[in-house]
C-alpha cells in the first residue's frame, strides 16, 4: 500500500508538473493557438489596417479549414486602436492579459506598438510583422520581435538618393507628424541629407487630423525646397500634393515611405498625385497584377469581400503565411522557444509578395529590399530597386 501511495504520488507531481509546462505557454492549447492584432479599424490609417486584417483573415480561415496547424486552430483575436494611443494600451492589455494572445501580427503604429512592447517584453510575447517600418521595432529584447521590411530610416534615405540623382536636386525638406513615426522619417531627412550631397533647408509639423496644409506648402516652396519628405495620414498626404499643385508648385518631389504606399492614394481622381513618389519594401500588388499569383490572390480577396485587394491586403496574408509556416516549423510542442526557432529557420520566395523572406538568429527583418516607385496615370510605376 506504501508503495502504491508513493506510486501514485510521484505520478500526480508528474502530471502537475507536465501540467504546469503547458500553462506557462500563453496562448497555447492542444485545440487552439490565440493570435492578437492591434490595429487602426477606423482611424487615419484604417485604409492600411482593415485590408491588412482581412488578407490575414482570408489566410488564417483557409488553414484553420484545412485542419489548422499541428491539429490547433488558429483565433485571430483583432482590437481597434483608432490610431489613438490611449486605445492602444487597452488593447494591449486585452489581449495580453484577458485573451492570452501567445503573439501579436501586423500591429499598426510606431507609438503603438511601443507602448505595446511594455506589456509584451516582460512575458514574452511576439509581436510579428507589424505595420510600421519604425527601427524600433526591432529594438532590445530583440527576441520576440520579427519585422518584415526596410526601415522607414532607409526607405526615406534610398528616396531621397534616388531623386537627388535622378533630378540632380540639391534642397531637402520634412513634413512629419511630431510623433516616434514622423520623428524617424525627419531624422532620416536631416541626418543624411549632407552625406547624400543634399542641403537640409526647412520642415513643417502637423496634427494627426490636420486637414489644410495651404500656409505650410507655402513656406516651404518659399524656403526653396526640392524634395519634401512626408510622414503625414493618408489623407494629409494626399491633400498636400494636392495643395501644391492647386498652388502651381509643380517641380517639387514629394516622397513618402511604406506609410503612404497604398493603391488608394494613387488612383485619387484627376491625376491628383501623380508624380508623388514612394520609397517601400515591396512592389506594388497591381502592378503586378498580370502574373499568376497576384492574380489569383486579386481574385480570390475580391471574391470574400467583395472590395479590391490592396497592397497591405497582400501583406496582411503574406505576414499570416510566415506565420502559419513558424508554426509548422515549430513542431507540435508549441512553446516560446520552438516558435522563435521556427521563426529563425524560414527562408522561402514569396511568389505573392516577389520577394525573398529570411529570417535567423542574427537577422529578424524578413525582407531587405527597399522599391522606389512613382504614381502614374493612377497606379504605381516601380522605377529602382535597391
Known sequence: MKKMMTSLFAGAVALGMAQAAVAQTQGVTDTEVVIGSVNDLSGIFAAVGVPAVNGANLYIDKVNAAGGVHGRQIRFVVEDHAYQLPKSTQAYNKLINRDQVFANILSLGTPHNLAGFQLMDPKGIFNINPLTAAREMLQEPIDNKFTGFSSYY???VAGMKYLKETYNLTNVCTMYLPTDFGIEISGASKEQAEALGLTFV???????DEQEFVGAVQKLRADGCQ???MALGVRAGITVVGTAKQLGWTDVKFLATSAGFLEAVAAVPGGVTDGLYAAAGWVDLHARR????????IAEYEAKFGQPATGFAMLGYT???TLVKALEAAGPDLTQDSFRAGME???YTSDLLGADIAYSADNHQGVNDITISVVE???WKLVSRQ
Open 345 to 347: 529557420s524560414l527562408s
Open 202 to 208: 526647412s520642415e513643417t509639423t502637423h496634427k494627426p
Open 290 to 297: 498580370d502574373e499568376p499569383a497576384p492574380a489569383a490572390f
Open 227 to 229: 524634395i519634401v519628405t
Open 154 to 156: 532607409d526607405q526615406t
Open 377 to 379: 496615370n493612377g497606379l
Open 319 to 321: 505576414t499570416a503565411e
